[in-house]
T-cell receptor, first 115, second 114 residues
Framework: ELKVEQNPLFLSMQEGKNYTIYCNYSTTSDRLYWYRQDPGKSLESLFVLLSNGAVKQEGRLMASLDTKARLSTLHITAAVHDLSATYFCAVDGPRTQGGSEKLVFGKGTKLTVNP | NAGVTQTPKFQVLKTGQSMTLQCAQDMNHEYMSWYRQDPGMGLRLIHYSVGAGITDQGEVPNGYNVSRSTTEDFPLRLLSAAPSQTSVYFC?????????????FGEGSRLTVL
């Protein structure tokens, strides 16, 4: 059974600082997704990582994937208040007998950026 | 662009009542899914579908039914609501070529069961 673990679950940081959120998963997969959720809102896609060594960057956020270590990181550079949100990673699990796949989410990392 | 539309946005039920959460997408996506979000639990997959006429169970399917008669619609039915089903429900879809694909989420439906 695929398990996806994020850490930390809560992160409070000051503006201007750097930090990394980690996403570990338990079974082989080469597709990983990062989503952002603002309080009371829906989820929006941030990054889609489709192969080992994939790196994507958008503004102050950079995501990477190491499929051998079963690890993805979301690095925050020079945080600003607008980045305050909950960040989820999600991993495609193994194909079922029917040929379809399930996306499993981590519990999320609630990021608060303080002035 | 409508994207993924969920109705209703808010609903209060009494224990034992039934209801249907509606989900429609206008992006011609093959893959559709329902998740529930509870504090500290992240998102958990209830049911999903890879195309019209095909559905499968996710992690927490008990108490919920789904059907997929068209590509556009994927309703979620609660047959006999229980307080444990109090949650925020998200419908999501993707253009699945390989894997689940990048999911596009609806705005969510907040359900309270008394």
């Amino acid at each position: 059974e695929l398990k996806v673990e994020q850490n930390p679950l809560f992160l409070s940081m000051q503006e201007g600082k750097n930090y990394t959120i980690y996403c570990n998963y338990s079974t082989t997969s080469d597709r990983l997704y990062w989503y952002r959720q603002d309080p009371g809102k829906s989820l929006e896609s941030l990054f889609v990582l489709l192969s080992n060594g994939a790196v994507k960057q958008e503004g102050r956020l950079m995501a990477s994937l190491d499929t051998k270590a079963r690890l993805s990181t979301l690095h925050i550079t020079a945080a600003v208040h607008d980045l305050s949100a909950t960040y989820f990673c999600a991993v495609d699990g193994p194909r079922t007998q029917g040929g379809s796949e399930k996306l499993v989410f981590g519990k999320g990392t609630k990021l608060t950026v303080n002035p | 662009n409508a994207g993924v539309t969920q109705t209703p946005k808010f609903q209060v039920l009494k224990t034992g009542q039934s209801m249907t959460l509606q989900c429609a997408q206008d992006m011609n996506h093959e893959y559709m899914s329902w998740y529930r979000q509870d504090p500290g639990m992240g998102l958990r997959l209830i049911h999903y579908s890879v195309g019209a006429g095909i559905t499968d169970q996710g992690e927490v399917p008990n108490g919920y039914n789904v059907s997929r008669s068209t590509t556009e619609d994927f309703p979620l039915r609660l047959l006999s609501a229980a307080p444990s089903q109090t949650s925020v429900y998200f419908c999501a879809s993707s253009f699945q070529i390989r894997g689940t694909g990048e999911l596009f989420f609806g705005e969510g439906s907040r359900l309270t069961v008394l």
